[in-house]
Protein backbone atom coordinates (compact mmCIF):
# COMPACT_ATOMS: atom_id res chain seq x y z
CA UNK A 1 0.00 0.00 0.00
CA UNK A 2 1.44 3.39 -0.81
CA UNK A 3 1.34 6.39 1.39
CA UNK A 4 2.43 9.60 1.23
CA UNK A 5 2.91 12.28 3.78
CA UNK A 6 3.28 15.95 3.26
CA UNK A 7 4.77 18.40 5.34
CA UNK A 8 5.82 22.21 4.66
CA UNK A 9 2.92 24.41 4.82
CA UNK A 10 2.05 27.54 5.99
CA UNK A 11 1.56 31.11 6.52
CA UNK A 12 3.60 33.11 3.60
CA UNK A 13 3.35 36.81 2.33
CA UNK A 14 2.90 37.37 -1.25
CA UNK A 15 6.11 37.08 -3.30
CA UNK A 16 7.36 34.71 -0.43
CA UNK A 17 8.66 31.54 -0.84
CA UNK A 18 7.74 27.86 0.54
CA UNK A 19 9.13 24.36 0.14
CA UNK A 20 6.64 21.41 0.27
CA UNK A 21 8.02 17.80 0.61
CA UNK A 22 5.92 14.31 0.18
CA UNK A 23 7.15 11.31 2.00
CA UNK A 24 6.64 8.41 -0.02
CA UNK A 25 6.92 4.85 1.35
CA UNK A 26 5.34 1.10 0.20
CA UNK A 27 6.48 1.43 -3.44
CA UNK A 28 9.91 1.65 -5.76
CA UNK A 29 9.43 4.74 -5.54
CA UNK A 30 12.60 5.81 -8.48
CA UNK A 31 10.32 3.92 -10.77
CA UNK A 32 7.19 6.05 -10.15
CA UNK A 33 5.81 9.30 -11.72
CA UNK A 34 4.58 11.69 -9.08
CA UNK A 35 2.16 14.97 -8.97
CA UNK A 36 1.17 17.69 -6.70
CA UNK A 37 -2.49 19.18 -7.06
CA UNK A 38 -4.12 21.70 -5.16
CA UNK A 39 -7.40 22.39 -4.13
CA UNK A 40 -8.73 26.58 -3.46
CA UNK A 41 -11.75 26.67 -1.08
CA UNK A 42 -14.68 26.16 -3.19
CA UNK A 43 -13.38 24.80 -6.23
CA UNK A 44 -12.03 21.87 -7.64
CA UNK A 45 -8.61 20.05 -7.19
CA UNK A 46 -6.56 20.99 -9.43
CA UNK A 47 -3.41 19.67 -10.84
CA UNK A 48 -0.08 21.59 -10.69
CA UNK A 49 2.72 19.80 -11.59
CA UNK A 50 4.34 16.47 -12.41
CA UNK A 51 7.58 14.38 -12.42
CA UNK A 52 8.53 11.67 -14.41
CA UNK A 53 10.69 8.35 -13.18
CA UNK A 54 13.26 9.99 -15.89
CA UNK A 55 12.94 13.99 -14.00
CA UNK A 56 10.70 15.08 -16.87
CA UNK A 57 8.58 17.59 -15.61
CA UNK A 58 5.55 19.58 -16.47
CA UNK A 59 3.55 22.47 -14.90
CA UNK A 60 0.24 24.24 -15.22
CA UNK A 61 0.60 27.66 -16.90
CA UNK A 62 -0.38 29.51 -13.65
CA UNK A 63 2.71 28.54 -12.04
CA UNK A 64 5.38 28.50 -14.80
CA UNK A 65 8.80 29.67 -13.88
CA UNK A 66 7.73 30.17 -10.30
CA UNK A 67 7.05 26.48 -8.80
CA UNK A 68 9.51 23.75 -9.24
CA UNK A 69 8.84 20.05 -8.82
CA UNK A 70 12.02 18.30 -8.10
CA UNK A 71 12.55 14.53 -6.87
CA UNK A 72 14.93 12.81 -4.13
CA UNK A 73 14.86 9.16 -4.80
CA UNK A 74 17.27 8.17 -1.89
CA UNK A 75 14.83 9.95 0.31
CA UNK A 76 11.64 8.92 -1.53
CA UNK A 77 10.74 12.07 -1.58
CA UNK A 78 9.07 14.52 -3.85
CA UNK A 79 9.46 18.12 -3.83
CA UNK A 80 7.51 21.42 -4.75
CA UNK A 81 9.64 24.87 -4.73
CA UNK A 82 6.83 27.68 -4.64
CA UNK A 83 8.43 30.76 -5.26
CA UNK A 84 7.03 34.58 -5.60
CA UNK A 85 4.02 33.40 -4.61
CA UNK A 86 0.42 34.62 -4.96
CA UNK A 87 -2.91 34.77 -2.99
CA UNK A 88 -4.09 32.84 -5.54
CA UNK A 89 -2.28 29.99 -4.71
CA UNK A 90 -3.77 29.95 -1.53
CA UNK A 91 -5.16 26.30 -1.56
CA UNK A 92 -4.79 22.80 -0.07
CA UNK A 93 -2.02 21.44 -2.06
CA UNK A 94 -1.72 17.43 -2.15
CA UNK A 95 1.19 15.07 -3.44
CA UNK A 96 -0.55 12.16 -6.04
CA UNK A 97 1.31 8.97 -6.76
CA UNK A 98 -0.19 8.50 -10.50
CA UNK A 99 0.12 4.69 -10.97
CA UNK A 100 -1.67 4.01 -8.05
CA UNK A 101 -3.71 6.73 -7.63
CA UNK A 102 -3.08 7.15 -3.85
CA UNK A 103 -3.41 10.59 -2.04
CA UNK A 104 -1.73 12.33 0.62
CA UNK A 105 -3.08 13.91 3.30
CA UNK A 106 -3.06 17.44 2.15
CA UNK A 107 -0.92 20.63 3.43
CA UNK A 108 -2.41 24.09 3.90
CA UNK A 109 -0.89 27.02 2.39
CA UNK A 110 -1.65 30.85 2.74
CA UNK A 111 -0.91 33.91 0.66
CA UNK A 112 -1.35 36.69 2.60
CA UNK A 113 -0.62 39.83 3.60
Known amino acids: QVQLVESGGGLVQPGGSLRLSCAVSGTIFRRDAMAWYRQAPGKQRDWVATITSSDRTYYTDSVKGRFTISRDNAKNTVYLQMNSLKPEDTAVYYC???????WGQGTQITVSS
Open 96 to 102: KHLSSDS
